[in-house]
């Protein structure tokens, strides 16, 4: 994951730290004052999906009076604002080495949760979807977000907040319309387009987030979800491509269960990928990278794919004390 190892290593000006930790409302069986903090990274309110796709509900949580752990032992899913409709269990236990790097809490760094909303059953209009959390120390407590489900027919439609974009060799990959030129973009190069049939083959989701804090971007293993910090939504799609290579290189990993062997180290993993950020931003700009960066995601790119090309056989040895950060 591309965490703030980045900014510790070319003294890079990103974005402030996690925002919307706010508290979250009592639910069934709570007690005491509210402990419970967290966010709804997707959807993000007032959110369209069309009827019939699949929609991401991704987030973490902690209890944060709870001591060497989140917690949190249950995470529901339910449409309404009261337990009206029970759509199942969500999976938690995440990686989110954010949330455990902002507040300084290494036992918080598995607190992502993550579910599939089938719209297909929903008729069409707006819905509140509420995320019910459970400490066993207080009971349940809730955060909720409205989303919109719009006719499923409208596939040209680019106002939807979640549409189905395809591989090179025709796997669904579930986006938003404003990543799809940037995902262009990356099957354009020899890499991409090998690199997306992987995970997509076994369902990938990018999509934006406002709750990276400094991060330009992020992957959650397990769910294969990668997450682009939404500061950045107006960046160049190459910019983003080559964001999105970087954490397509640890979904690869993930599909092909690299990630879970133990020769592999968490340096491996990450210097991996920033050779897959370095390769896919010089087929952009050649050998030296973008002559005029225009933002800090410019620059980054620019930075590691130096790093890289001055140092080709010793770049993984440097990675190893370039990026500790990241796998501490």
């Not at 974009?165 to 404003?178: C, D, F, R």
């Not at 690199?195 to 992957?219: E, H, K, T």
């Amino acid at each position: 994951m591309w965490r703030r190892a980045l900014a510790l290593a070319f003294g890079l000006f990103l974005f402030p730290g996690l925002a919307f930790a706010e508290p979250w409302t009592p639910g069934p069986f709570a007690q005491g004052d509210s402990s419970i903090i967290g966010f709804i990274d997707y959807p993000t309110a007032d959110a369209t999906v069309k009827q019939g796709d699949k929609l991401a509900l991704l987030g973490w949580v902690v209890d944060n009076t709870a001591g060497g752990w989140t917690g949190i032992d249950e995470v529901h899913v339910y449409r309404g604002t009261s337990a009206d409709q029970f759509l199942g269990r969500a999976t938690y236990g995440g990686e989110r080495p954010d949330v455990a790097d902002f507040f300084h809490n290494a036992s918080w760094k598995n607190s992502g949760f993550n579910f599939t909303v089938d719209t297909s059953s929903l008729a069409l209009g707006s819905y509140t979807l509420t995320v019910y959390a459970h400490t066993p120390a207080k009971g349940w407590w809730s955060r909720s977000v409205a989303v919109k489900v719009v006719r499923g027919a409208a596939s040209a439609d680019t106002t939807a907040e979640t549409m189905s974009w395809k591989t090179p060799q025709g796997h669904s990959i579930t986006t938003v319309s404003t990543l799809v030129n940037a995902l262009t973009q990356l099957a354009r190069s020899t890499w991409g387009a090998w690199a997306l049939d992987i995970p997509a083959d076994g369902g990938l989701q990018i999509l934006w987030s406002s709750d990276l804090g400094n991060r330009f971007s992020v992957y959650q293993y397990g769910s294969r979800v990668i997450l682009v910090n939404a500061a950045h939504s107006e960046a160049d799609p190459r910019a983003v491509a080559a964001a999105i290579a970087h954490e397509l290189q640890h979904a690869v990993d993930d599909a092909l269960g690299w990630s879970s062997w133990r020769a592999v180290t968490c340096v491996d993993l990450e210097s991996r990928a920033f050779l897959a950020q370095a390769w896919v931003w010089s087929s952009f700009y050649g050998p030296f990278g973008k002559v005029q960066p225009v933002d800090p995601l410019e620059e980054a790119h620019n930075a590691v794919l130096s790093a890289v090309t001055a140092r080709p056989a010793t770049w993984s040895s440097d990675a190893a004390s370039k990026y500790r950060s990241p796998c501490s």
